[in-house]
């Protein structure tokens, strides 16, 4: 039986695209996220109806790409900080606590004891795809060439 070996050259996929995959997943990130931002803001406004004081919307930030340990590269983009109103903790009614964004975000996704859930999270990420999609394909066909 025949034996084939290949060895391709350590930079094959650099040489190829005229540039390296870390480059363009780090600009394709970068772009991407001012996107998912709006679609998420836009998408938690629709939610709240009028109803809601604004610091949901106002926390939502996108940090910079980063490498995992898994060589993956990834965004996060959510709410951050806490809020500026304060709850009263339920069992004794003389402590208040402020509650962080991420846990408002959740209350309005998913409800609570005292509302409905108002999903805004899966429509965010329906809305932005398309968007994200173009950009990344733009960013791909210019770094390539």
């Known amino acids: 039986m025949a034996e084939l070996d290949i060895n391709f050259p350590d930079n094959l996929f650099g040489n190829l695209l005229n540039s ?17 931002v709006e679609s998420i803001k836009d ?18 930030k996108g940090v910079k790409p980063k490498k995992t340990k898994t060589d993956a590269y990834i965004v996060n983009v959510g709410p951050s900080g806490k809020s500026k109103t304060f709850y009263y903790d339920s069992k004794n009614h003389k402590r208040t606590y ?13 409800g609570n004891a005292h509302q409905a859930p108002s999903p805004w999270l899966t429509p965010a990420i329906n809305n932005a795809q398309a968007e ?13 060439r």
């Open 20 to 36: 390296s995959f870390e480059d363009i997943a780090k600009e394709a990130l970068e772009e991407a996220t001012p996107a998912m």
């Open 43 to 60: 998408s938690i406004r629709a939610a709240e109806r009028g109803a809601g004081t604004g610091e949901l919307v106002e926390s939502i």
């Open 98 to 110: 402020p509650v962080s964004n991420a846990l408002k975000g959740i209350w309005l996704n998913y």
């Open 132 to 144: 994200i999609l173009r950009i990344f394909q733009k960013k791909w066909e210019e770094m390539t």
